[in-house]
C-alpha cells in the first residue's frame, strides 16, 4: 500500500501491519483505492490543478484539431498561443461565432480566437491561410486512475490530506454511519479550500432593506 492508503487506514482504525479487512493486495484495497481515485479527479476538477500544454502544428484551412492525449484525461482550455507571434487567442463559443458572421466556417486567415467543442475538440477561428504556424493549448486534465501502490499519484502535496478525508469518509459511508462520514467530508472541503473557491455571498441574492418604526407623518 501507498503513503495515502496507510493514512486511510490509520484514519478508519485498520491496522496497517497486519489489517483485520483490507489487505495489502490490489482485491483487498480496492475499495481504499477507488475511493482515492475518484477524490483525486473530483480535486483535480474543481482545482484545475493538475495542467498539462500541448503543442498542435496548424495545418492550412483546417480550423478543428482533435486533443488526443495519451495519458491523463482532457478536462478543458485554459489559455492558447500563436506561437510564431506569441499572441494569446481570445476564448469564445460557437454562438458567438455564428453572431459574428454565420458563415464564419469558410473564414481563413491569421488564428485570432478559439473555442471548445465537446469533450476533445478545439476550434481555431479563422482557420489557418497556411500550414506555417503552431498553437500551444494550455488545458487541465484528470489524471490517470492508478491501479498500484508503486504508481506515481499526480497530485500536490497540499490536497493529499483532502483525498485521504474523501476516502475515508466514503468508507463511513458505506458502513452507513453518515454522522462519522459527514465529519471527515467537511475536512475534506476545508483541505481542498471549497469555501474560498466558492464562497457562499456568491450565491447568496442580496437586496436592500429598511426598518420602520413608529406611525407615519402626516
Not at 490509520?10 to 491496522?15: H, Q, S, Y
Not at 476564448?91 to 465537446?118: A, H, M, V
Not at 493529499?160 to 467530508?185: C, F, M, N
Request: include cysteine; aromatic fraction near 10%; charged fraction near 25%.
Amino acid at each position: 500500500m501507498n503513503t495515502l492508503e496507510t493514512h486511510v487506514l490509520n484514519l478508519i482504525g485498520e491496522d496497517t501491519t497486519s489489517p483485520d479487512v483490507f489487505s495489502d493486495d490490489a482485491t483487498g484495497m480496492a475499495q481504499i483505492r477507488d475511493s482515492l481515485n475518484d477524490a483525486i479527479e473530483e480535486i483535480s476538477m474543481v482545482t484545475g490543478n493538475h495542467k498539462r500544454k500541448l503543442t498542435i502544428p496548424l495545418e492550412e484551412n483546417m480550423g478543428f484539431y482533435r486533443i488526443d492525449l495519451n495519458r491523463d484525461v482532457f478536462a478543458w482550455v485554459t489559455d492558447v498561443w500563436l506561437m510564431t507571434v506569441k499572441r494569446r487567442l481570445d476564448q469564445k463559443d460557437l454562438i458567438w461565432f455564428t453572431s459574428f458572421n454565420p458563415r464564419w466556417l469558410q473564414n481563413t486567415g491569421s488564428p485570432e480566437r478559439y473555442c471548445q467543442i465537446g469533450k476533445d475538440i478545439v476550434c481555431i477561428h479563422p482557420a489557418p491561410s497556411a500550414s506555417t504556424d503552431l498553437i500551444e493549448i494550455n488545458m487541465v486534465v484528470v489524471p490517470d486512475r492508478y491501479t498500484l501502490d508503486t504508481d506515481r499519484i499526480k497530485l500536490r502535496d497540499s490536497f493529499k490530506w483532502a483525498a485521504v478525508e474523501y476516502a475515508a469518509g466514503e468508507y463511513w459511508a458505506s458502513r452507513g454511519d453518515a454522522k462519522t462520514a459527514q465529519i471527515h467530508h467537511t475536512k475534506y472541503l476545508g483541505h481542498v479550500g471549497i469555501q474560498s473557491l466558492y464562497p457562499e455571498t456568491f450565491e447568496r441574492p442580496w437586496q436592500t432593506k429598511t426598518e420602520k418604526t413608529g406611525e407615519p407623518s402626516k
